[in-house]
T-cell receptor, first 115, second 115 residues
Framework: GNSVTQMEGPVTLSEEAFLTINCTYT??????LFWYVQYPGEGLQLLLK?????DKGSNKGFEATYRKETTSFHLEKGSVQVSDSAVYFC??????????????FGTGTRLLVSP | DTEVTQTPKHLVMGMTNKKSLKCEQH?????MYWYKQKAKKPPELMFV???????INESVPSRFSPECPNSSLLNLHLHALQPEDSALYLC??????????????FGPGTRLTVT
């Protein structure tokens, strides 16, 4: 079945540091890939997406590239801010015929940014 | 507008109570979802409605009863819950058109406490 593996957290960084959160997946065919962010006490917000190999999703300074050859979708940001402190979820939506109606989530990675 | 609204924001109920959670979206999405999220965990899918018909029930106990009165509204009726049902309940919606990435947009959630 489809699955997503995320790096364990928490990830602790100082403001303006470079961020990488690793995400790898297992799926049949060509799934769609997403990053969601959850701030304390809130729901999930869609951060970025990619629907085919080599697509780069980007939003608010965050980027992730859909790498079919390494089955990865790592999240990066060049300079984090205190306001980026949150939990980040990598998620996969299977291709049609392979559970396309379901989102499969990674376990989440907590990011803590200090001033 | 990518807003999904949920009411109430917080709910405390006893094990013999009957209550309902409500979700609304006006993005023209024809798929709607209920998720349950426990602390420090990713969301777990409960139900999926597609074109107002229940398409997925992830073996959820019958004390949870979903309803989709129209394409914009989704309810979750609660009866005889257990303390372990205390969690954040998230609603989401998405397109179901061909060639869309089917990204899901989440509401802020209802924090449910069962006493």
């Amino acid at each position: 079945g489809n699955s997503v593996t995320q790096m364990e957290g928490p990830v602790t960084l100082s403001e303006e540091a470079f961020l990488t959160i690793n995400c790898t997946y297992t799926a049949t065919g060509y799934p769609s890939l997403f990053w969601y962010v959850q701030y304390p006490g809130e729901g999930l917000q869609l951060l970025l997406k990619a629907t085919k190999a080599d697509d780069k999703g980007s939003n608010k300074g965050f980027e992730a590239t859909y790498r079919k050859e390494t089955t990865s979708f790592h999240l990066e940001k060049g300079s984090v801010q205190v306001s980026d402190s949150a939990v980040y979820f990598c998620a996969l939506r299977g291709a049609r015929g392979t559970g396309f109606q379901k989102l499969v989530f990674g376990t989440g990675t907590r990011l803590l940014v200090s001033p | 507008d990518t807003e999904v609204t949920q009411t109430p924001k917080h709910l405390v109920m006893g094990m013999t109570n009957k209550k309902s959670l409500k979700c609304e979206q006006h993005m023209g999405h024809r798929a709607m979802y209920w998720y349950k999220q426990k602390a420090k965990k990713p969301p777990e899918l409960m139900f999926v409605y597609s074109y107002e018909k229940l398409s997925i029930n992830e073996s959820v106990p019958s004390r949870f009863s979903p309803e989709c009165p129209n394409s914009s509204l989704l309810n979750l009726h609660l009866h005889a819950l257990q303390p372990e049902d205390s969690a954040l309940y998230l609603c989401a919606s998405s397109q179901v058109k061909e060639r869309s990435s089917y990204e899901q947009y989440f509401g802020p959630g209802t924090r449910l406490t069962v006493t």
